[in-house]
């Protein structure tokens, strides 16, 4: 499985971007994907999770209620839609698929992983 992460960019606070993550290599409509992000200096965190129908959804509690995972699975691609950003938003997002059955926010539990796409929020 190959994932690629793409959409980032440079927006000031307040804005809004969207990532997508395209799969390819095998279907991912069977399996739960991530969103991580990893911020300079610091460990790679849990952003959001998504079930393989889309019917059930989950995320950090510091970016509920302005962050929206999606997918398509007929287009094999999923979605990150960040509203109401912040300069603590800054960061390598990352897409990643998981195998096994049922949602985790740990990273080592995830199987295959895109190679990241960089948002920067400005004050």
């Known amino acids: 499985v190959q994932l690629q992460a793409f959409g980032g960019g440079l927006v000031q606070a307040g804005g809004s971007l969207r990532l997508s993550c395209a799969a390819s290599g095998r279907t991912v409509s069977s399996y739960v994907m991530g969103w991580f992000r990893q911020a300079p200096g610091k460990e790679r965190q849990f952003v959001a999770a998504?079930?393989?129908?889309?019917?059930?959804?989950y995320y950090a509690s510091s970016v509920a209620g302005r962050f929206t995972i999606s997918r398509d699975n007929a287009k094999n691609t999923v979605y990150l839609q960040m509203n109401s950003l912040k300069p603590e938003d800054t960061a390598v997002y990352y897409c990643?698929?998981?195998?096994?059955?049922?949602?985790?926010?740990?990273?080592?539990?995830?199987?295959?992983w895109g190679q990241g796409t960089l948002v920067t929020v400005s004050s």
């Open positions: 990643a698929l998981r195998l096994r059955v049922g949602v985790s926010s740990q990273s080592d539990e995830y199987d295959y």
């Open positions: 998504i079930t393989w129908s889309g019917s059930n959804t």
